[in-house]
């Protein structure tokens, strides 16, 4: 007998707003290009790829350069005027933003690169599989994003305000969680010069 979550609509939530403030003056880590291609854009073009829909992509820092960026995807985007407060502001605006169609909803980070199409799939596979509230990525001993709310949990998202994303909300339910484990290396982002220059240097 099939699942009743097997028709889940899984929208898809891109935090891309952050101001970059360790990169240093004048650098955009959304807009450093990675294989040719701006980190923005790959995070997006990525989602689009596994199937989540709709993709919405929040901006903030240099918010116009990176909807550029951006060009000819089927991406929505959103503002965050206060982009340098605390993420949850930026996962409130995504949130509201995906409508009522998505019984689910995928939350990844514009700058954790090594965070394939792939995986992003076999979180929405495990969301239509399993009944429980959240699929946590899970790195080692580490729980990051990528991340996989059910819409049963978006108004405790939206209640929480903090770094990260819903951090609160995933430690609530973690007994009830389902998880998938990752390679160590996939939980690579992009914060300092050094990490971009570890990444394209291949290191």
Not at 65 to 89: K, M
Request: one cysteine or more.
């Amino acid at each position: 007998m099939p699942r009743a979550t097997e028709g889940l609509r899984v929208g898809g939530v891109v935090l891309a707003a952050g101001a970059s403030r360790r990169m240093g003056p004048g650098r955009n880590k959304m807009l450093l290009e990675l294989d040719g291609e701006p980190l923005a854009r790959r995070a997006a073009r990525r989602a689009l790829a596994a199937g989540l829909t709709p993709v919405v992509v929040v901006l903030g820092h240099e918010a116009d350069q990176v909807r550029a960026a951006l060009a000819g995807l089927n991406c929505d985007c959103v503002f965050n005027p206060a982009f340098t407060g605390p993420t949850s502001e930026s996962l409130h605006l995504g949130l509201r933003r995906l409508g009522p169609e998505a019984g689910a909803v995928v939350v990844m980070l514009g700058d954790m690169v090594r965070v394939s199409d792939d995986m992003l799939a076999r979180l929405i596979a495990a969301g239509r599989e399993s009944e429980a509230p959240l699929v946590v990525s899970r790195y080692g001993d580490v729980t990051a994003p990528p991340l996989l709310f059910r819409r049963a949990l978006f108004d405790e998202l939206l209640a929480w305000t903090g770094e990260g994303c819903g951090k609160a909300v995933v430690q609530r339910h973690r007994d009830s969680a389902y998880y998938l484990d990752w390679p160590a290396e996939r939980l690579a982002d992009v914060d300092t010069p050094e990490d971009f220059q570890r990444l394209t240097s291949g290191v």
